[in-house]
Nanobody
Framework: QVQLVESGGGLVQAGGSLRLSCAASGSIFSINAMGWYRQAPGKQRELVAAITSGGNTNYADSVKGRFTISRDNAKNTVYLQMNSLKPEDTAVYYC?????????WGQGTQVTVSS
């Protein structure tokens, strides 16, 4: 059984920063890509950032230059450093991981940015 546990969400003022973490645990042989998605009320879930096992990254245009994704393969953990936060970044953030070619999701963590 594989679990992804997120932490680090919260309430922050516009212009502030937050760091999200997501740790994978359980029967893990290898983790391929890991990523962060978000879903705002009334909107579809969207990709925020992704990182391959080799460290290649991909970002949504809306967060480029503000967010940074990274991972610690030894800890099976992915991070999302979010700077210069905007009210439109408010959403539930979910981490995902491709583990042995099956996609797992975390439970989500709320990020609220006040203006």
């Amino acid at each position: 059984q594989v679990q992804l546990v997120e932490s680090g969400g919260g309430l922050v003022q516009a212009g502030g920063s937050l760091r999200l973490s997501c740790a994978a645990s359980g029967s893990i042989f290898s983790i391929n890509a890991m990523g962060w998605y978000r879903q705002a009320p009334g909107k579809q879930r969207e990709l925020v950032a992704a990182i391959t096992s080799g460290g290649n990254t991909n970002y949504a245009d809306s967060v480029k230059g503000r967010f940074t994704i990274s991972r610690d393969n030894a800890k099976n953990t992915v991070y999302l450093q979010m700077n210069s936060l905007k009210p439109e970044d408010t959403a539930v953030y979910y981490c995902s991981a491709d583990i042995s070619f099956r996609v797992y999701w975390g439970q989500g963590t709320q990020v609220t940015v006040s203006s």
